[in-house]
């Protein structure tokens, strides 16, 4: 995929000390790019590097065809001349001054007669109108986060940066949030990078995900590419994958456009790979969307299926997350169905059931990994 130079933010950081963080990924303007991993990994120490607040050691970072950092040529913008809109992980409000004064005190940039009506409607965007006399210590987790979030795109900013942007909110509110960054993401038309722990909240949410780990950038991709097709068995850990096992390379069925392998006794056909040689041990995986459930005993002749005993039910919410074991050869598979379906299905520990495993979704890791 191209992408246009002129509008999208690119980063390109690498830095041994203090931090070690070797990033190099683009954002698009109306996107939301979520840079996802442990405690630790330099999430935000890489977000306060494009907010212009820590200085990378060597690296490029550009946006709307403007130089924010260079390394070789010396150039690095203030936050100011950044114009970035920043909602650090604490809110960043000060303690003196009340939820319409906060928001005012990122306005000195426009005239006067500009900064009341424009504190004021968003304010009412975020639904706090009514305690815009109050002070932080007046206002609970939530209101503050709104204040905060408020306060960054009063300033009507050319790239909004969110840390941990709804850890410290309630339910309720993180709903409230979820859908108004979810639409005004698309409407302010500038690139919005999340630094999240949370997979679901980063799979619910962005476009795209970076994610981390001890500061190297292990994979950057659309939520969809970083769950089907994992660079490495790390990204696939990080993205919640379980069914991650060994399997050796049997027989070459490109006539079939299958590959066969042995999976601890048992025939699994995949989609063709060329690269892959009879013989050769491989890491393979699949996610729970490509594991399906039968009770029609006839699709045991099919490719892929078998019988399987059900471990455990454990029901979150509206899904159910369920253990199974594959009566062959004792291995084990997760997957994640909804209540209703599980009851549709009339599944019970210790049933016994059909299993179909979707070849299209079962991914190789290569043998670097």
Not at 129 to 155: C, E
Not at 168 to 190: H, P
Not at 245 to 272: C, E, M, N, P
Request: glycine content about 6%; hydrophobic content about 45%.
């Amino acid at each position: 995929m191209i992408i246009n130079r002129d509008t999208a933010l690119f980063c390109q950081i690498e830095q041994s000390t203090p931090i070690p963080l070797w990033v190099d990924f683009s954002c698009e303007v109306g996107k939301l790019l979520a840079i996802v991993g442990p405690s630790g990994g330099g999430k935000s120490t890489l977000l306060r590097m494009l907010a212009g607040l820590s200085l990378p050691r060597t690296g490029h970072i550009e946006y709307d065809g403007r130089t924010l950092f260079d390394s070789k040529r010396h150039v690095h913008l203030s936050p100011a001349e950044r114009h970035v809109g920043y909602v650090p992980q604490h809110f960043g409000l000060f303690p003196h001054l009340t939820a319409v004064d906060n928001i005012l005190a990122g306005l000195d940039h426009i005239s006067k007669a500009e900064r009341k009506p424009r504190a004021m409607k968003w304010l009412d965007e975020m639904n706090l109108t009514h305690v815009a006399q109050r002070r932080p210590s007046a206002l609970s987790g939530g209101q503050q986060q709104r204040i905060a979030l408020a306060r960054a795109l009063a300033r009507e900013p050319t790239l909004l940066l969110l840390d941990e942007p709804f850890s410290a909110v309630d339910w309720e509110t993180r709903e409230f949030l979820y859908e108004s960054l979810f639409t005004l993401k698309r409407s302010l038309n500038i690139p919005v990078i999340m630094v999240t722990h949370d997979l679901k909240e980063a799979l619910l949410l962005a476009d795209n995900m970076l994610l981390m780990d001890n500061g190297y950038m292990l994979q950057h991709g659309s939520p969809r590419t970083l769950l089907s097709q994992p660079a490495s068995e790390i990204v696939a850990k990080q993205m919640g994958q379980k069914n991650v096992f060994d399997a050796v390379v049997t027989q070459d069925r490109s006539s079939q456009h299958v590959s066969r392998l042995d999976w601890q006794g048992v025939k699994l056909d995949i989609a063709y790979q060329a690269s892959l040689v009879q013989g050769q041990k491989v890491r393979w995986m699949i996610s729970s969307l490509g594991v399906e459930l039968h009770n029609d005993l006839s699709l045991l002749k099919e490719a892929n299926c078998f019988v399987v005993t059900i471990v455990s039910l454990l029901a979150i919410g509206e899904m159910t997350r369920i253990l199974l074991n594959l009566n062959a050869n004792a291995q084990k598979l997760h997957l994640e169905l909804p209540v209703q379906i599980v009851k549709q299905l009339e599944l019970t520990e210790g049933k016994e059931s059909l299993v179909m495993l979707n070849l299209s979704c079962i991914h190789i890791f290569s043998s670097s990994d």
